[in-house]
């Protein structure tokens, strides 16, 4: 089967950084995806994790641990804009399953 | 072209009516996804069609009948829906089965 946790909330100050955690278990690894979905719209593809480590994108990073089952998407100098819900997916052996999402509430 | 795209934008039917979505990308990706999205839930695969061929179908009732005409288009009739079949049904594609998905914009499907 497949377990993927996120945490469901997360509020942070413009400018300011963010982490958001998602451990996995699942049957089979093929990659980790990060994606970010705005209220009513449809995912936004961020990243892509296969290897231990960390890629970073622009004001986006993501990390990788499969001995841990564990990544980490860090969002740097907040925007407005970035309040929205962040899924965590993972390639299993068939197919992508994804996390609950965690809801990012910027203030200003 | 960048862009998956879905019509129609939203959808309302009632539970005898026989209706279809619509999916359309121009990037070359050769698989195709159907998902459902409730509100506040992360999508759940519904089928997955690969070099137009349907490689996986996710337990989905029979009143949900996917078609591929080619590899650019990617169906999915309804008939007979019911109440709790209301939902965001998101379409996507990617290069082969195991890349990055882009999405749609979804249809936004009500049953009365």
């Known amino acids: 089967g497949q377990n993927i946790d996120q945490p469901t909330e997360m509020t942070a100050t413009e400018g300011a950084i963010v982490q958001i955690n998602c451990t996995y278990q699942t049957s089979g690894f093929n990659g980790l995806f990060w994606y970010q979905q705005h209220a009513g719209e449809a995912p936004t593809f961020l990243s892509y994790?296969?290897?231990?480590g960390l890629e970073e994108k622009g004001r986006f990073s993501s990390f990788l641990s499969r001995s841990k089952g564990y990544s980490y998407l860090l969002l740097k100098e907040l925007q407005m804009k970035d309040s929205a819900s962040y899924l965590c997916?993972?390639?299993?052996?068939?197919?992508?399953?994804f996390g609950a999402g965690t809801t990012v509430t910027v203030r200003a | 072209d960048t862009e998956v795209t879905q019509t129609p934008k939203h959808l309302v039917m009632g539970m005898t009516n026989k209706k279809s979505l619509k999916c359309e990308q121009h990037m070359g990706h050769r698989a195709m996804y159907w998902y459902k999205q409730k509100a506040k839930k992360p999508p759940e695969l519904m089928f997955v069609y690969s070099y137009e061929k349907l490689s996986i179908n996710e337990s989905v009732p029979s009143r949900f009948s996917p078609e591929c005409p080619n590899s650019s288009l990617l169906n999915l009739h309804l008939h007979a829906l019911q109440p709790e079949d209301s939902a965001l049904y998101l379409c996507?594609?990617?290069?082969?089965?195991?890349?990055?998905?882009?999405f749609g914009p979804g249809t936004r499907l009500t049953v009365t």
């Open positions: 996507a594609s990617s290069q082969g089965e195991g890349g990055e998905q882009y």
């Open positions: 997916a993972v390639k299993g052996d068939y197919k992508l399953s």
């Open positions: 994790n296969v290897l231990d």
